[in-house]
C-alpha cells in the first residue's frame, strides 16, 4: 500500500525560498501521480502542483506558476516543492497526496492517500 509522508516546512521571510519533501513508500511503479495542496486558516483545501510518476506531466495553480517547481527523485522516491520568492499569502498547512491514475488530477477529491502536513508560514 502506498503511503505518503511530506517533510520541510517551517518560517520564511517574504522573498525566501523554502523546499518541500514527499516521500513516497510502497513503490507505486506507474500510472500513479502525486500532488500538493495547501490549506490556510479558516480556508478550503486549495491545489497547488501535481506530478505524474513517469515525470512527463506537471501542473500549476496559477498563483503559484512561476515561483515553485514541483519535481521527482527517482532513486528516493521522493517528490519535491522547490519554493521560490515566497509571499505572505503562501502561509498555509502544505499536504501531499497520491493517487493511483493515468495522467495527473488537480481535484483533492481524485486523491486517496495523504500525508499529516507540513506548516509553512512566510513572515517579517
Known amino acids: 500500500q502506498v503511503q505518503v509522508a511530506e517533510s520541510g516546512g517551517g518560517l520564511v521571510q517574504p522573498g525566501g525560498s523554502l523546499r518541500l519533501s514527499c516521500a513516497v513508500s510502497?513503490?507505486?511503479?506507474?500510472?500513479?501521480?502525486v500532488a500538493w495542496f495547501r490549506q490556510g486558516p479558516g480556508n478550503e483545501r486549495l491545489f497547488v502542483a501535481a506530478?505524474?510518476?513517469?515525470?512527463?506531466?506537471?501542473y500549476y495553480a496559477e498563483s503559484v506558476r512561476g515561483r515553485f517547481s514541483i519535481s521527482r527523485a527517482a532513486a528516493e522516491d521522493t517528490v519535491y516543492l522547490q519554493m521560490r520568492r515566497l509571499k505572505t499569502e503562501d502561509t498555509a498547512v502544505y499536504y501531499c497526496?497520491?493517487?493511483?491514475?493515468?495522467?495527473?488530477?488537480?481535484?483533492?477529491?481524485?486523491?486517496?492517500?495523504w500525508g499529516q502536513g507540513t506548516q509553512v508560514t512566510v513572515s517579517a
Open positions: 497526496a497520491g493517487t493511483r491514475t493515468i495522467g495527473v488530477r488537480r481535484n483533492a477529491q481524485s486523491y486517496d492517500t
Open positions: 510502497g513503490h507505486p511503479r506507474y500510472n500513479y501521480a
Open positions: 506530478i505524474s510518476w513517469d515525470e512527463t506531466t506537471t
